[in-house]
């Protein structure tokens, strides 16, 4: 248990700068669209700080992937509900969707509709390199 919390911290730490970066990126696509991105400092402090804890987050779960004895199917849960209770604080916190049930449900349609569709893309490219893999080893 104590490898993992290193290794949680470790990978975080290693990624959390993607965020800030991600953030940045963003603020410059709209700036070049012409769309007012006046903000204060508070609002931009916050998403950077914001966006730093969410890749250290993601980053720090893929830990669960490494806990064999837990199962596909219970690490996908603990990852999907780790990623989920992060993306949908930060999002409140820095009021990026309103707080109301219809923005809430909205949400909570599109984050699992899209980890289900990333999870079965790197399931399925996962299984075919096995496949693959087996067959040269039968060989």
């Not at 991105?37 to 916050?46: A, E, P, Q, R």
């Not at 890749?55 to 830990?63: E, K, L, P």
């Not at 790197?122 to 496949?131: D, M, V």
């Amino acid at each position: 248990m104590k490898n993992t919390i290193k290794k949680f911290i470790k990978r975080g730490a290693l990624f959390s700068c993607l965020g800030p970066l991600t953030y940045a990126i963003v603020i410059l696509i709209i700036h070049l669209c012409n769309v007012d991105t006046s903000s204060d400092g508070l609002v931009i402090f916050k998403a950077i700080i914001s966006t730093a804890l969410l890749a250290f987050f993601c980053a720090g779960a893929s830990v669960v992937w490494e806990e064999e004895k837990l199962g596909l199917g219970f690490a996908s849960l603990i990852h999907g509900t780790a990623l989920y209770i992060s993306y949908l604080v930060m999002y409140l916190v820095n009021n990026w969707i309103p707080k109301n049930l219809e923005s809430l449900l909205i949400f909570s349609a599109l984050f699992v509709g899209t980890y289900v569709i990333i999870w079965l893309i790197i399931f399925i490219i996962e299984k075919n390199r096995a496949k693959k893999f087996n067959v040269k080893l039968s060989k």
